[in-house]
């Protein structure tokens, strides 16, 4: 079966600070994965997602990228975080564009 | 532009009543739609799926339509628990598009 892994759970973070947040998946091949963030009490917003190895797609401009080193892995990074950035930030995986979406556990990312 | 609106933003109400949450949505071309359950520091988790040709369809004490002309979708309740109590996300799919268009959400608290 399937399952998707991100970590970590909770990260405090200064601001200025680099970050780097990992999502991987397994039992599944060439999985289209996507990378969210949430503010509290909001809605859903799509940072990036990607169909294949060192494809990304970016969707909000902002000092965050991404990376898709392996089938499996995507990374979610910053080389310095703004207190913006603070959020519940969600790694997904689907196995096609009209599939359903699989979520991870999520991180919660306090900049200070 | 693809949009999904969702209402009502918040709702509470006492263990064992019923509810229904309503999604309309302008995504063209529709693929379909699905209802997620977030619960709270928790990735999403699909409830249903509603396709172009289904009005009806049941996952336990969830209950979801989908009428494809005036583009709405709603999900019942039946019965809620305390465990209901969570955000409930409309999301919609375009036909070939790998970015799906998410609604806000509805707050759901269940009252004992």
């Known amino acids: 079966s399937q399952t998707i892994h991100q970590w970590p759970a909770t990260l405090v973070q200064p601001v200025g600070s680099p970050l780097s947040l990992e999502c991987t998946v397994e039992?599944?091949?060439?999985?289209?994965l996507y990378w969210y963030r949430q503010a509290a009490g909001r809605g859903l917003q799509l940072l990036f997602y990607s169909v294949g190895i060192g494809q990304i797609s970016s969707e909000v401009p902002q000092n965050l990228s991404a990376s898709r080193p392996q089938d499996r892995q995507f990374i979610l990074s910053s080389k310095k975080l703004l207190l913006s950035d603070s959020g519940f930030y969600l790694c997904?995986?689907?196995?096609?564009?009209?599939?359903?979406?699989?979520f991870g556990s999520g991180t919660q990312l306090s900049v200070l | 532009k693809n949009q999904v609106e969702q209402s009502p933003q918040s709702l509470i109400i006492l263990e064992g009543k019923n509810c229904t949450l309503q999604?309309?949505?302008?995504?063209?071309?529709?693929?379909?739609l699905r209802w997620y359950k977030q619960d709270t520091g928790r990735g999403p988790v699909s409830l249903t799926i509603?396709?172009?040709?289904?009005n009806t369809k049941s996952n336990g004490r969830y209950t979801a339509t989908l009428d494809a002309d005036t583009k709405q979708s709603s999900l019942h309740i039946t019965a809620s628990q305390l465990s209901d109590s969570a955000s409930y996300i409309c999301v919609v799919r375009s036909g070939g598009s790998y970015i799906p268009t998410f609604g806000r959400g509805t707050s759901l608290i269940v009252h004992p």
């Open positions: 039992g599944t091949s060439n999985p289209n």
């Open positions: 997904a995986w689907s196995a096609g564009p009209n599939e359903k979406l699989f």
């Open positions: 999604c309309n949505y302008t995504v063209s071309p529709f693929s379909n």
């Open positions: 509603m396709t172009f040709s289904e």
